[in-house]
């Protein structure tokens, strides 16, 4: 028996050391973690965690990707067109392990019938470290706001987490002026048998979106918003496959019977990377239609329950005017 006391003592010495090491991070990220989804309170990345701020089980459709998504998508103009309750949960150069995690936040309070992923991200490549960090970040988040260190209130130690924000647009970025700077789209889509090359962690990261898509109810749909600089016949291909290999939907709306007619003299703010708030007006407009024709989106216009909505809408249109 003694000869066993000596590794069973360091075994169990290594124990309390690991369980002392997860109570001092627990701790710790409770105390730095933001306790409201404002920036002001240092969330990071408001405007796409401003849904974690709306009326549980509100948002029908929830919309994930990076800048594309957030240039090409307005909640607003669908709600005033379809009536649909959406939100754009996006962020500049998303990789999808960090999509993965905003729409399990998401999910956490809201119920959407469909989940439109934006395509663009779905190539950004990103390797098992960023994985790895972002793991540790959603389990322990005081390795993503260690930085508040130097900014704690006195609540900060103990007050609870509270989500009462939402970002007026909904997740939307409402580009002014109306800048143009026209595209060259001279051969864009045009006819390939190209495939493009889709990195192995980026589809063992799709697979698992489609996956918490199907556990929680919700409809996964694939899109590729208009853009000349991001988007070509072999990414499109590549999403063809993909999506039949996924059992998901994909709507492509560069090329075919989903094309938008974008005008590339006057629609895109960057030589065609991402599309201005007039091309931003068409490719919502289609999107809406789909949402509301295809996938039976709720209209919610008239109930009360959605009231701020009109609110929102209202001032929307002022801003519009004023640009």
């Known amino acids: 028996m003694n000869r066993f ?21 627990a701790a710790a ?11 002001e309170f240092g969330q990071i990345d408001a405007s796409a965690n401003g849904v974690m701020g709306e009326p549980a089980n509100s948002i029908d ?54 989940v439109v992923l934006e395509t663009n ?21 005081v390795f993503e706001y260690h930085d508040r260190w130097k900014s704690l209130r006195p609540e900060d130690f103990l007050g609870t987490v509270r989500h009462t924000w939402t970002d007026e647009l909904k997740g939307f970025r409402l580009r002014k002026p109306r800048k143009v700077v026209a595209a060259d789209a001279t051969g864009h889509m045009a006819p390939s048998d190209a495939v493009a090359d889709l990195p192995a962690l980026n589809r063992l ?6 996956r918490i898509c199907r556990e929680h109810g919700a409809r996964l749909v ?21 999506a039949s290999e996924l059992g998901v939907d994909y709507h492509d709306l560069n090329t075919g019977d989903e094309l938008v007619a974008v005008d590339w003299s006057q ?10 708030l007039a091309g931003a007006q068409k490719a919502s407009a289609a999107v809406g239609r789909m949402l509301s024709e295809r996938y039976a989106a709720p209209d919610r216009r008239g109930d009360e329950a959605y009231a701020s909505w009109d609110d929102a809408l209202a001032r929307y249109r002022e801003r519009l005017a004023a640009l």
């Open 5 to 25: 006391s000596r590794p069973v003592r360091r075994i169990l010495a290594s124990l309390a050391v690991a369980v002392s090491a997860v109570a001092v991070l």
């Open 29 to 39: 990220s409770h105390v730095v973690m933001p306790k409201n989804n404002q920036a």
């Open 61 to 114: 459709v929830l919309f994930l990707g990076d800048s594309e998504a957030f240039s090409s998508f307005s909640p607003l103009q669908m709600w005033d067109e379809h009536g649909i309750a959406s939100y754009v949960c996006a962020t500049s150069a998303q990789r999808l392990c960090y999509t993965r995690t905003l729409l399990l936040r998401a999910l956490e309070n809201q119920s959407p019938r469909t």
């Open 121 to 141: 991200c779905i190539f950004a490549s990103f390797g098992p470290a960023a994985a790895v960090k972002r793991t540790a970040q959603d389990i322990f988040p």
């Open 205 to 210: 990261y799709l697979e698992d979106i489609a």
């Open 222 to 242: 694939l899109v590729s918003v208009p853009s000349t600089k991001n988007w070509g016949t072999a990414r499109h291909n590549r999403m063809v496959q993909v």
């Open 267 to 276: 629609d895109t703010y960057d030589g065609g990377d991402h599309l201005n």
